[in-house]
Nanobody, 126 residues
Framework: QVRLVESGGGLVHTGESLRLSCAAS????????MGWFRQAPGKEREFIGS????????FVAASVRDRFHISTDTPKNMVYLQMNSLKPDDAAVYFC???????????????????WGQGTQVTVSS
């Protein structure tokens, strides 16, 4: 079965960086899109970005595009979210997700993604 396990969250200060990791297993992801979302308390789940498993194409939401970067390491079955210049507003639980590619790597709807990890908490102190 498909399993996604996020790691790398923690407490950082404003302006610092974190790299979140997502370990993917359970199937061949060649025809899948990997996505990152976040959810802060009392807010809806927010799309961060998505990437083809191959890493050839990716898309990051405009709100974080100047600070966040998504990548894959397919030999290691890993997906990464590099977050720089973190702000208190970035504090949330961050989720990795995957769904079958349907023609476009820009897949922002949470409902598209079939499988989700359990999330990793990111806290940013001011």
């Amino acid at each position: 079965q498909v399993r996604l396990v996020e790691s790398g969250g923690g407490l950082v200060h404003t302006g610092e960086s974190l790299r979140l990791s997502c370990a993917a297993s359970g199937r061949d992801f060649d025809s899948y899109v990997m996505g990152w979302f976040r959810q802060a308390p009392g807010k809806e789940r927010e799309f961060i970005g998505s990437i083809l498993w191959s890493g050839d194409q990716s898309f990051v939401a405009a709100s974080v595009r100047d600070r966040f970067h998504i990548s894959t390491d397919t030999p290691k079955n890993m997906v990464y979210l590099q977050m720089n210049s973190l702000k208190p507003d970035d504090a949330a639980v961050y989720f990795c997700a995957t769904g079958r590619l349907a023609g476009n790597v820009v897949t922002t709807r949470a409902s598209f993604y079939e499988y989700w990890g359990q999330g990793t908490q990111v806290t940013v102190s001011s």
